[in-house]
């Protein structure tokens, strides 16, 4: 029981880290917060980790229900988010640049009272992605353990964001735009890895529950 604990952690922990990306998300939030004081980043980060904590667990909790009520199965979902995921990937191993430009809020979302929940927490931190990874890994048929494992892998990841936002413009600094990039390929190819694995499950146990309904 502990090693699939674990195996649940690390696979929700995997995903969660490449969909969020904290590193792809860092430069965006230096060039939001440039002209604030680093309390006052540490302090927006810490709230827009906050709010995609609330928004992912809405839809852990409540998503497959949501789900089932549409009449949708879960290994429909998988498949369907793992094509989702995987053309993620696709976009950040082939061009990094244009995932960077798909996560970059318009004008208006500098506004300072509403920027800790948009842009940072939706759709950076709580995408469609990290939403569609966290209903996977949070099915109604995992046990309420299996369910924790999921969440502490949602609470270290964001605790990660924070940090790296916190230090945004320094890591900026270190990396340039050619770490970047080379970082945000690695996890792309990660991504279309763990994503084509959805894909599979999603169409193997559809293809066994139409089998056992027959």
Excluded: C, W
């Excluded at 680093?38 to 709010?51: F, G, K, Q, T, W």
């Excluded at 990660?160 to 600094?173: E, K, T, Y």
């Amino acid at each position: 029981m502990t090693n699939e604990l674990f195996a649940i952690f690390v696979t929700a922990f995997a995903t969660l880290f490449i969909v969020i990306d904290p590193i792809l998300v860092t430069p965006i939030f230096a060039s939001l917060t440039k002209d604030d004081t680093p309390r006052e980043r540490l302090r927006i980060a810490v709230m827009a980790a906050i709010y995609s904590v609330g928004v992912l667990m809405f839809f852990g909790f409540v998503g497959n229900a949501l789900l089932h009520h549409l009449g949708v199965s879960l290994a429909a979902f998988r498949a369907a988010m793992g094509i989702i995921l995987f053309i993620m990937g696709f976009r950040m191993f082939f061009d990094p640049d244009s995932e960077t430009q798909a996560k970059t809020p318009g004008p208006k979302a500098s506004a300072r009272d509403n920027i800790a929940f948009f842009p940072l927490s939706i759709p950076m931190l709580a995408g469609p992605g990290a939403i569609a990874t966290i209903m996977l890994v949070m099915g109604p048929d995992t046990q309420l353990v299996e369910k924790g494992a999921a969440i502490l892998a949602v609470a270290i990841v964001l605790a990660i964001a924070v940090l790296m936002m916190a230090f945004a413009s320094r890591i900026g600094d270190v990396l340039g735009r050619t770490g970047m990039n080379a970082i945000t390929r690695i996890l792309g190819m990660l991504l279309m890895a763990l994503s084509t694995q959805y894909v599979f499950d999603g169409i193997r146990i559809g293809i066994l529950e139409q089998a056992a309904g027959a």
